[in-house]
Nanobody, 128 residues
Framework: QVQLVESGGGLVQAGDSLRLSCAAS????????MGWFRQAPGKEREFVAA????????YYADSVKGRFTISRDNYKNTVDLQMNNLKPEDTAVYYC?????????????????????WGQGTQVTVSS
């Protein structure tokens, strides 16, 4: 069983920054791609960012490219999402997820259905 616990959400103003963190336990963390997804009220869950198993490749949604940075520490079993220049449209519950397949990369990291484990989510609210 894999446990993912997010932290770092909160209420900020437009233009501010937040750093989300996800702590993983329960399996060999370093073998799996990790992703961040978000879901706003009344909207479907959407991909935000992902990072390959070794940190060598990162992937971003167009809406966050240049503002958000995903990183991982395979010694600490953590994956972080640094969010800068936040906008009201970034308001959502943010979820950390672990890919179901070892060493996945490329197109599959964008698809939430390819992730096998999810955290409970952390709320990010950006006021204008």
């Amino acid at each position: 069983q894999v446990q993912l616990v997010e932290s770092g959400g909160g209420l900020v103003q437009a233009g501010d920054s937040l750093r989300l963190s996800c702590a993983a336990s329960g399996r060999t963390f370093s073998n799996y791609a990790m992703g961040w997804f978000r879901q706003a009220p009344g909207k479907e869950r959407e991909f935000v960012a992902a990072i390959s198993w070794n940190g060598g490749s990162t992937y971003y949604a167009d809406s966050v490219k240049g503002r958000f940075t995903i990183s991982r520490d395979n010694y600490k079993n953590t994956v972080d999402l640094q969010m800068n220049n936040l906008k009201p449209e970034d308001t959502a519950v943010y979820y950390c997820a672990a890919h179901a397949s070892p060493r996945a990369f490329g197109g599959s990291v964008y698809d939430g259905r390819r992730y096998g484990y999810w955290g409970q989510g952390t709320q990010v609210t950006v006021s204008s």
